[in-house]
């Protein structure tokens, strides 16, 4: 496999186990909902290869965007998760038409011992990194900026504590099932930096889970009898295993591993280097 330089990103406390966008040739445009275009008004279009079928296009005209597939091994309370998320979207944009990506989401708990009732954030970042109030205060405004910059809202306030997360991955694995795991996630994401909200507890996940279009009564029958636990650590332990170790960690086509939260051009690279490697197998 071939790794990106390091970026910004956050490390595991403790490292033991413990739709889609489709591309509408007709008229140049992107979604990740109903084509108002072409045949397909009204429902989402097929999710693999043969893309839209507009009256009138052959094969050659439909395959325009090259199928992309995205893993990222990320963290709901990690800014930086969030962070790399948006500047893979803005690579993404610059690369208009070229990519129809498939973005798959997998467990990373980054204080998998952490207790129920949290922890103040800024004594955790302290206890955890040996940071001063003073630094502390200066990641947040860095990281309020760039958020800003990016289209996402941190909003840091004292007081606020930092969470266990098993149960909102637990919903995430759900969550994929259902479709909606990308819509779940930045909920999570906006949920925990942005709304102010305890993503560890019951109530509010199943509030999430409704923002981001799921039912919250079935997303409280799955975090009352836990049926997707076991799943979620094996997957967490697979991660470990491929010495996955911080947060946040892109593959892109199952071969381009990009760790932290890099800038845009960085993605930008390696799209380029995957797009013309196709290009050159199919000529």
């Known amino acids: 496999m071939e790794k990106v330089g390091a970026a910004y990103g956050s490390r595991v406390e403790n490292s033991q186990p413990g739709e889609f966008s489709i591309a509408c040739p007709k008229k140049g445009m992107r979604m990740s909902g109903p084509c108002a275009a072409c045949s397909h008004r009204g429902r989402l279009h097929p999710i693999m290869a043969t893309g839209c079928n507009c009256v009138g296009m052959n094969m050659a005209e439909q395959l325009q965007g090259l199928s992309l597939q995205v893993d990222i091994v990320s963290d709901v309370v990690c800014p930086w998760c969030i962070i790399g998320y948006k500047q893979l979207q803005k690579a993404l944009a610059s690369l208009p038409g070229q990519f129809d990506p498939v973005i798959n989401w997998h467990p990373f ?61 637990q919903l995430l694995h759900w969550a994929s099932q259902e479709g909606r795991q990308t819509e779940l996630k930045l909920a999570l994401f906006e949920a925990f930096f942005s709304r102010r909200e305890d993503v560890s507890e019951v109530e509010v996940l199943c509030e999430v889970a409704t923002r981001a279009g799921l039912s919250g009564a079935a997303a409280r029958a799955v975090l009352s009898d836990a049926r997707y636990a076991t799943e979620v650590r094996d997957e967490q332990r697979h991660w470990l295993e491929r010495e996955v170790h911080a947060v946040p960690t892109f593959l892109l086509q199952q071969q381009y591993i990009i760790p932290g939260a890099q800038e845009a051009e960085a993605f930008v690279r390696i799209l380029q280097k995957i797009r013309a490697k196709s290009d050159k197998v199919a000529s």
């Open 109 to 169: 708990e980054l204080n998998p011992q952490m207790p129920a009732q949290g922890q103040d954030l800024r004594e955790h970042i302290a206890q955890k990194y040996g940071t001063s109030a003073a630094q502390s205060q200066g990641a947040r405004t860095r990281l309020s900026e760039l958020g800003e910059s990016l289209g996402f809202t941190f909003d840091y306030f004292e007081g606020m504590r930092m969470v266990n997360t098993f149960r909102a991955h």
